[in-house]
C-alpha cells in the first residue's frame, strides 16, 4: 500500500500538465473553465480533436489503438492535471469512457478498426440508449424491438434519458433482438448511426431549465448486421461489462469537477462571511471529508483489477457520490443564502452553484435510483434475498 | 381547551381547498410563471368571489373579522397548489395596516388590498434612511415586489408606507428560481414614506402574518407532495409490481407523513397562540417556520426522487413544489436562524 | 380552536395542583422525583393508594367507577401538575390506562365490579402478556394456547418484555384459544393472577444494567372461565382496542416526563458551558420543537373523540416519541461529553441522562419497532399495499 | 500509488483477524468485563504467541518494524470482537517513546511493553505543574488506568513518564459505560516524572496512535455490526418471512456497508499519509477519526435496532458494541471537534 508517486510519475505529470497548461492559456482560453456541458459545442470537438493530435484524448488504451497503455497512476496524473489545468468536460465522454472500453472487451477486430479510431480521434461522439419510458432503470425490461432484414437490423423503440443525444454520431441501443423473450435474455446491443431518418431526439428540458437529456425515437432505424457487441442475445451479458467501466477511471475526472465545485462553494464562504458560521463549517468539513474518501474509495476500487468482482468501495461508489453532491447543492444554497436563488440575467439560467443544487436531484434518479442502489447493494454485496419480481 | 377545528374552520378549509384544486391548475400557473408570476384571474376570483382576501380584516374594516387560524387554512391551501398569488404580500400589508397603521392609511389601502386591486409587497433594509417624508435606501427580495403598488417597508424599527408609482422609487423584478414568487429589488431615492401610527405593531404583524403565511403554505405543499407521490405509486409499476408496493418506497412515504402530521401541530399551534395572545406564541412561531420549511423541502425532494426519471423534468409539476420549498427555506429567516431564536428563548434566559 | 383554559380549568388547576404539592412536601417527601421506574416499589403501591384515597387515580374514569369523569383539559392539567409537583411514575400505569379502560369499553358489569375497583384503589397492579419470544411484535403469530378445563381456562405459552411482571399481581394474556385457528382468529383476552404456581417471572437484565423487563412462563397457569373480556375468540379485536388506549391520555404524562429530561439537558448545558456551543443549541432547539410539537399532536389526538379513526397524529405518535427520545439521549451525551461515560458509584448503573442514552434504544423497539410503525402508517395512513406475509 | 495491500499486509490481517476471532469470545470479554476490562490471557497470547504488540516498534528495538498500516490492521481485527486489551494504551506508550523517548527509556520500557508485561495508560490536563523532577496535577479519562504500570501523561507542551507505583500516584478506577475499557483519575501530588527527549514527537505519536488506533477499532467493530446483523437477517423469521427479506431491513444494512466502505479508505488513507509522512496526513487523521466513529456508533445503533427486542439485553453482545462506539466518539475529541479541525485547515488559511 502506497499513495505517493514515482519519479517516473512526477515526470509524466511535469508533460501532461504542461501541454495542458499551455493549450488552456493559448488557443483553447476561450473555452477555459465553462462549466455546463452543453455549451460551445463546435469548439469542444475542436478540443477533443487537439487532444487527439497530440495523443491525450485516450490514454488509458493501448498505444495500438490510440492510446498510452497509461498506468493507473498516469491516470490519476492526468485527471488532476486536467482539471487545474482548466479544460473543459470531455464532451465524447460516453465514448471515450464506455463504448470504447466495451469495444475492446467484446469487439472483433474488424469493429475495433471500424468504431475505435473514430473515438480516439474525436470525429464521432456517442450517446447511451438504455433507459426506455416505462422501463426506467430496469434495463431488463426493455421493449425496443430489432429484427434482421436484408442484412440490416431494423429497430423500432423508444430510449429516453439519453445524455447529449442532440449532438452525438453513434449511438448504443440495447433492444430485444429475439421476439417473444423476457427479461435479461434476448437482448442484443447494437452500435448505430444517429444520422438516419429512423433516429428522431427530442430534448427534455430539465429542472434547472436546460435540455441535455432527450427522448430519441427509433422508428425503423437501421444498422448492419454486424454492428453488434457480442452475439445476438448477449445484450445484457455486455450492457453490465459497460456499466462496470462506468465505475473506472472515469470517476476520477468525475472527481477532478467535484473538487472545483466545492472549492466554489468554500471561495463563496470566505467572500461572504458564512466561513465563520460554525455550523456552515460542520458541513464544509463533512463536504471535505467526503469529497477525499471518494478519491480514496475510487483508488481502491481502480487498484482492484478485476472489475468484474464485487467490490464494496466500487459497489457503493454511485449512492456514495449521487448523497455527496445533493448534499454539496443543498450547502451551496445555505452558504449564498437568498441571493442564490435570483439569476444573474432576464434567463432562467444559473451559475455553477445554484445548478448543482438543481441537477444533483436528478444525480440521485439517473443510473440507477438509490433505491435501486441499495437494492444491488444489499443483494450483491451482502447476500441479501432478492427483491421479488411483481407478474409482468 | 379544544385542539380541534370549529365547523366554521372546516367550512373554510373545504372552500378554500376546493377553489385552488379546480381553478390553480398547473397550465394556469406555468402561464403566470412565464409572466410575473401572478395569476390575475385567481387572484381576482380568490379576493372578490371566494372573498378571502381580508380573512383577518377586522369586519369594520371591510375584513371577515377572523384570526389567523383562518388565515392559515387559506394559505395551507393556496400552497398545496403552489398557487401564483401575491397573498402573502397583501396579507402581511393588511394585517400591518389594521395593527399600526393611521385611520387615513387604513382608509386609503385596506379595501384595494381586500379587493385585489392594489398588490402589495414587503421588505426590509438595516441602512436606510428616513427623514422629512422621505425615504432611500435598497430594499432586497420583495415577494412579487415587480407587481406591487404598496409598499410597506421595514427600515430599522421604523415601518414605512411609499407607493410604488412615487417619484424616486425604482424596482427591478428578478428571474427567481420559484417562478410563482419573484423577488425585486426596490431602490428609493428620496422616495415619499409615511410613518405608520405605531411601528412595533405594523412591524410585528409583518413578522407573525409572514411567518404563519409560510409555514401554512408549506404544511399544504408539503402534503401535496406526499399525496401526489402516493397516487403515482399506486399506478407506476416497475420490476412488474407497482412501485408503491416496494417497502421502502413505502418508508420514505411514511417519513413523510410522520413530519407532515407534526408540521400540521407546528402551524395550527402557532396560529392559535397568535390569536390567544399566548406567551409561547414567540417560540410558537420560530418552531412553525423552521419545522414546516423543512418538512415541505424534505416532501418536495423525495417527491422528485420518488417520480424517478420524470420527477425532474420541467414538465412535471414536482419542481414547482421543490423550487417553492426551498423559496420557503430562505425567506423571512433560515431554519438555523430561527433554532437559534428558540434556543436563545431557552437557554439564555435566567434560570 | 382554542388552546387557553377556561376559568373552571384554572380552578381545577389550583385544586390539583394543591394537593400533590402537599403530598410531595409532606407524607410522600422520600419518593419525589425519583427516576427510576423499579425503585421503592412498596412505598409507590402506599403512594398509588394515596391517590385513590382522595379520588386522584383514575381521574378520566367515570365518577361510578371511581374516577372524576375529567375533561380532556382536566387531564391535561393533572399531568402537568403531576410532573410539576415531582410526583413519582405511576406503578400502576398499565392498569389505569390501559386494563381499565379496556375493561371499561368490553367487560361485563361483573367484570367491571371485580376489576376496577382493585385498579381505582391501587391494591392490584397489573402488567401485559402481548409478545412472545418468535413472534415479536406479531401479534397475529401468538402461540401462547388457552383450553377450557373444568370450568378454568387453563394456559400453556410463554410470554416476553413483560414489563415489570416481577411485581404484578394481575396480567392480561392474548392467547390461542381456538386450537389450530391461525392469524388474528381464535384469540382471545384473559385476565389472570400472577400469584399461581403456573406463573413464573424471569427478569430480562437490559442494556442498562437494569431488569425492567420479563419473561413469563405460563404452565398450566389458570384463570376462572368468565376471566374473559369479550367473548372467545374476540382477542384481536380487544388487544387492539388496547393499543388505541395506548395512545390516549397516557401520553400526556410520558410527555411531563419528556419535559423533565429535556430540562435536565439544558440545565446541564448550561451548567458545563456546552450551552454556548452554536451546534448544541441546534439540537437543544430542535428537541424543543419536537416536544412542543408532540404536546400539540397529542392534543391534535385526543380532542378527536372516536379513537377508532385514523387519525395521522395518533398513527405517527409512537415513532415520533421514540425517535425524539433517542435523539434526546444521544445530544444528552454530547452535552455531557466523556463524563456521561462514568458511572457515580462502583455499580454499573446510570443517571437520569446517561440512561437515557441506554434505555432510548429500547423505545424505537418495544410497542412494535419504528419499522413495524412505518408499515403501519404506509398502510393505514396512506393506503399502500400491505407488506405480504411469508408463508407460515 | 498502488492503493492496495501487499502480501504481507494480507497475511497480518489475516492472522489478527483469526485471532480474535478464536481467543476474544463474549464469555472471555464478559469475564474481563466484570474484572478490569483485560482478559489477560488474550494479551499474554497476542503479545507472545502472535508477537503483534509491536508491530509499530523498530526492530532494533525489539519491534516489528512495521507502520501503522499494518498497526491499523491489528486494530481493526481487535474492534471487530470488542477484544478487551491494552492494546491502544501500550501502543500510544511505545510510539511516543521510539519517537522521543531517551535511550534509557526505551530501554526500560520497551521490552515490557511489547511483552505485554507491562501496561501503559495516557491522559492529559492542561493545568497541571512541573518542577524538579515532580509532577502535581489531575489527569482524567485514562483508558484502562486502572491497571497501568506506566504512565504516560501530556501536561500542556510536556510530555512525562511516570510509574504507577511511584509515591504521590492515586490512580481511581471508575465503572465506565464500556467496560472494556474503564477509564481512571490519575492524581498526581509531587510524584516523581521524568521528562521524554523530544517533548513535540512523543505527544505527536500519542495523538497520531490514539487516533488511528480509535479509527480502525472503530472500522472493525462497524463491520462486525453489519456482518452480525446480516447474518440475524437470513436466520430470523418475522411474518412468516426471513426479516432480511424485508426490503426496508436490506436498505438499512446497505446504508451501513456504503458508510462501512468510506470508513475503510478513510483508515487507510490517514495510516498510510502517516506512513508516508504526506502532506494530507493531519487532515486524513482527523477524518479517520470522526467518520470511523460517527460510522460505528450508526452501525452498533442499527445492530440493535435490527435485532429486535433481544438486541437491547446484555445477554446480546450488541451492546458491548454500542458502548464502545460510544466511547469511541467521545475519546480524543468528538467528531465536531475533529470536524472543526478539518474546517480551520480548509477555510482558515490564506486562500
Sequence with gaps: MKL????????????????????????????????????????????????????????????????????????????????????????????????????????????????????????????????????????????????????????????????????????????????????????SFLLMDMDQPGVEVRPIRQINGEAEFNETFLTEARCPADAMLGAAGDGWKVAMALLAFERGVSTLGQQMQFRNELDAVIAAARTNGKAADPIIRQRIAQAEIGLRLMRYGALRMLSNTDLSDIDGAALTYKIQWAKWRRDLGELAMDVLGQEAEIAASNHYEWGVLPNIYLYS?????????????????AERGLGMPREPRGIS | MEFAFTEEQVMIADTARGFFAEHATSARTRAAMAAD??????????????????????????????????????????????????????????????????????????????????????????????SNGKLSGTFRFAPHGGSADLLLLTAGEQCLVVEASAPGVAVTAHVTMDQTRPLATIVLNNAPAETVADHAAANRALDVTGLICLAAEALGGAQAALDRTVAYSKERVQFGRAIGSFQAYKHRLADMMIEIEQARSAVYWAACAIDEGSDEAQIALHSAKAFCADTFHMCAGNMI?????????????????????????????????????????????AA
Design chain 1, 4 to 187: 505517493g508517486f514515482s519519479a517516473e510519475d512526477e515526470a509524466f505529470r511535469a508533460e501532461c500538465a504542461g501541454w495542458l497548461q499551455a493549450q488552456m492559456a493559448g488557443p483553447f482560453a476561450d473555452i477555459r473553465g465553462i462549466p455546463n456541458l452543453c455549451d460551445e459545442i463546435p469548439r469542444r470537438k475542436e478540443w477533443e480533436q487537439q487532444l487527439a493530435a497530440d495523443r491525450w484524448s485516450c490514454i488509458g488504451w493501448p498505444a495500438a489503438w490510440g492510446g498510452r497503455d497509461a498506468t493507473l497512476a498516469q491516470q490519476v496524473i492526468f485527471a488532476e492535471e486536467y482539471a487545474r489545468a482548466g479544460a473543459p468536460n470531455r464532451i465524447n465522454h460516453i465514448g471515450v469512457e464506455l463504448a470504447g472500453p466495451t469495444i475492446l472487451a467484446f469487439g472483433s477486430e474488424a469493429q475495433k478498426a471500424q468504431y475505435l479510431p473514430d473515438i480516439v480521434a474525436g470525429r464521432k461522439i456517442w450517446c447511451q440508449g438504455y433507459s426506455e419510458p416505462g422501463a426506467g432503470s430496469d434495463l431488463a425490461n426493455v421493449k425496443t424491438k430489432a429484427r434482421l432484414e436484408d442484412g440490416d437490423w431494423v429497430v423500432d423503440g423508444q430510449k429516453v434519458w439519453t445524455s447529449l443525444a442532440h449532438y452525438s454520431d453513434m449511438i448504443f441501443v440495447v433492444a430485444r433482438s429475439e421476439e417473444g423473450s423476457k427479461g435479461p435474455k434476448g437482448l
Design chain 1, 361 to 377: 436531484r436528478s444525480d440521485t434518479i439517473y443510473g440507477g435510483t438509490n433505491q435501486i442502489q441499495r437494492n444491488l447493494i
Design chain 2, 37 to 130: 408570476g401572478i395569476d390575475r384571474e385567481l387572484w381576482s376570483s380568490f379576493c372578490n368571489e371566494l372573498g378571502l382576501a381580508g380573512v383577518g380584516v377586522p369586519e369594520a374594516l371591510g375584513g371577515a373579522g377572523l384570526g389567523m387560524v383562518e388565515f392559515a387554512l387559506i394559505a395551507e391551501a393556496a400552497g398545496a397548489q403552489v398557487a401564483a398569488l401575491p397573498l402573502m404580500g397583501n396579507a402581511r400589508a393588511a394585517h400591518a395596516l389594521v395593527a399600526g397603521g393611521t385611520p387615513e392609511q387604513q382608509a386609503r389601502w385596506l379595501p384595494a388590498l381586500v379587493s385585489g386591486e392594489s398588490i402589495a409587497t414587503s421588505a426590509s433594509s438595516q441602512d436606510a434612511s428616513f
Design chain 2, 305 to 349: 426522487q420518488l417520480h424517478g426519471g420524470i420527477g425532474f423534468t420541467w414538465e412535471h409539476d414536482a419542481h414547482l413544489f421543490f423550487k417553492r420549498a426551498r423559496s420557503i427555506l430562505s425567506m423571512l429567516g433560515d431554519s438555523q436562524w430561527h433554532r437559534e431564536q428558540i434556543a436563545a428563548l431557552v437557554l439564555d434566559q
